[in-house]
């Protein structure tokens, strides 16, 4: 059963960064794309950020842009998401998510098109 386990939260300030982790347990892990969500406190889950299966498509949700980075290495199977110039308002529970797929510049940007998920990292941001 592939598993996707995410890594890297904690407490920082704001404008400090951090830089999460998503590994996942799958030998073919390059056939995976892999998105980012995060969900606050009372909100609904929102999209991050995804990257194809190759790396070389990335989507980014435009308040996310600039401040965040996705990237891939297919070779440790693992997926990372750098999150620099953190506010309080990026304060949420980080997911990231798999889905299988030939496609290879497919980036998904909605939860339910994703079949795999992690248990989520905790990402406090103080102001």
């Known amino acids: 059963q592939v598993q996707l386990v995410e890594s890297g939260g904690g407490l920082v300030q704001a404008g400090g960064s951090l830089r999460l982790s998503c590994a996942i347990s799958e030998r073919t892990f390059s056939s995976y794309c892999v998105g980012w969500f995060r969900q606050a406190p009372g909100k609904e889950r929102e999209f991050v950020a995804a990257i194809s299966t190759s790396g070389e498509s990335i989507y980014y949700a435009p308040s996310m842009e600039g401040r965040f980075s996705v990237s891939r290495d297919n070779a440790k199977n693992t997926v990372s998401l750098q999150m620099n110039s953190l506010k309080s308002e990026d304060t949420a529970v980080y997911y990231c998510?798999?889905?299988?797929?030939?496609?290879?510049?497919?980036?998904?940007?909605?939860?339910?098109?994703?079949?795999?998920w992690g248990q989520g990292t905790q990402v406090t941001v103080s102001s």
């Open positions: 998510a798999a889905l299988k797929t030939d496609v290879y510049y497919y980036t998904p940007q909605h939860s339910y098109e994703y079949n795999l």
